[in-house]
């Protein structure tokens, strides 16, 4: 199980800021029956492993999930999928185009 504070440690310390938000919002809505058992960033997504069951939270987690994939992970503000330097991300246009990365690849909209 891990906490609400070392959730939102974690995720700060691996993305930035940006999803802080959406890992609140997640741990406002955990159903007695389910524990976190892992939270990280995979392929530009917030990614969220839990043990129990839930239909509600299952479908909050997915939502979230989903969520992220719109929003700066270090900021926060409006994103999309960008990879930096081989590393699969979300961006804003700002950290996008201040990234000092060598290859950066952008998803056009
Ligand atoms: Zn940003």
Redesign the pocket.
């Known amino acids: 199980m891990i906490d609400r504070e070392t959730a939102k440690k974690e995720v700060e310390e691996s993305c ?1 800021k ?1 999803w802080l938000t959406l890992v609140e919002i997640l741990y406002d809505n955990i159903p007695t029956e389910v524990s976190i058992t892992e939270i990280f960033q995979k392929y530009g997504k917030l990614e969220i492993r839990y043990e129990g069951e839930s239909k509600h939270f299952e479908e909050l987690a997915r939502n979230l999930s989903y969520i992220s994939e719109k929003i ?6 409006s ?1 999309g999928y960008s990879i930096i330097d081989g590393w699969e991300t979300t ?6 185009n201040t990234s000092k990365a060598k290859k950066k690849y952008r998803k056009q909209e």
Do not use: N, Q, W
């Open positions: 930035g940006g700066c992970e270090i900021c926060g503000k994103g961006l804003c246009d700002f950290h996008f």
